[in-house]
């Protein structure tokens, strides 16, 4: 997958989680839920965050064992 695509692809995905975030704050703020819902409003976060960690991860990993290398793009 070219770079510029996965960048575009993670762009979208933290814009999309903030505007999550950003209407479940408001949801909260509007109502006056207790501070548990408040708390709901990372589960988009820790998402983001999870799928970061494991692209990294999987980047940092063995070399040899890369399914990347024989890709034709």
Not at 35 to 46: N, T
């Amino acid at each position: 997958m070219p770079l510029e695509k996965l960048m575009l692809i993670l762009v979208a995905a933290m814009v999309a989680a903030g505007l999550t975030i950003w209407a479940a704050a408001t949801l909260v703020a509007a109502f006056a839920w207790p501070m548990e819902a408040a708390l709901l409003s990372g589960i988009p976060l820790a998402l983001v965050l999870y799928v970061l960690w494991r692209l990294v991860a999987e980047r940092r990993s063995d070399p040899e064992d890369d399914r990347y290398d024989g890709m034709r793009h």
